[in-house]
T-cell receptor
């Protein structure tokens, strides 16, 4: 039973399109995150939601809009996709204190 | 600003040899440090979590130490196997971070049969 699952696993799309990535966790955690792993494999935080409230919004273009319908789900919508958005996007969850973070398997986004 | 560095960037060892992976961080104000493993094209698998009050954690052949005052953690993998080949990432959770993790760039490990 997958703890953090995200869909789709692969996404190939043309520049200018709008796409969404979905994430769900069944761990009962109160905080969910989106991370971006660039071509150099470096992972960086994008957003974090705690109990459906946005608490971290790093310097990310406003074409990226996260949405959390409930504390078990965090989706990422990207408008007007650009070539530079190509990366692997990871969803993660934890409790906001000192607990272990768990990651999904990633969504490889390729913009052509 | 917290910075996390992993040295070496890549490591190749023969099977059976012990692996030593290093992670350093610049700000000791952390809740915990977590080691992950990432296989090519796959997600991150959590290996060990060390709380800031702990000195080490062990799981099977893996042992991780933490020296918060000097900003260092070391992951030891005993008797390496080809299946240990992967990229190993360390991440710290700063105390003012609202739970986000600050990652190092990773160490790519190859264990040759």
């Amino acid at each position: 039973d997958t703890a953090v699952s995200q869909t789709p696993k692969y996404l190939v799309t043309q520049m200018g399109n709008d796409k969404s990535i979905k994430c769900e966790q069944n761990l009962g955690h109160d905080t969910m995150y989106w991370y971006k792993q660039d071509s150099k494999k470096f992972l960086k935080i994008m957003f974090s939601y705690n109990n459906k409230e946005l608490i971290i919004n790093e310097t990310v273009p406003n074409r990226f809009s996260p949405k959390s319908p409930d504390k078990a789900h965090l989706n990422l919508h990207i408008n007007s996709l650009e070539l530079g958005d190509s990366a692997v996007y990871f969803c993660a969850s934890s409790d906001r204190g000192q607990t272990e973070a768990f990651f999904g398997q990633g969504t490889r986004l390729t913009v052509v | 600003k917290q910075e996390v560095t992993q040295i070496p960037a890549a490591l190749s060892v023969p099977e059976g040899e012990n692996l030593v992976l290093n992670c350093s961080f610049t700000d000791s104000a952390i809740y915990n440090l977590q080691w992950f493993r990432q296989d090519p094209g796959k997600g991150l698998t959590s290996l060990l979590l060390i709380q800031s009050s702990q000195r080490e954690q062990t799981s099977g052949r893996l042992n991780a130490s933490l020296d918060k005052s000097s900003g260092r953690s070391t992951l030891y993998i005993a008797a390496s196997q080809p299946g240990d080949s992967a990229t190993y990432l360390c991440a710290v959770r700063p105390t003012d971070s609202w739970g986000k993790l600050q990652f190092g760039a990773g160490t790519q490990v190859v264990v040759t049969p």
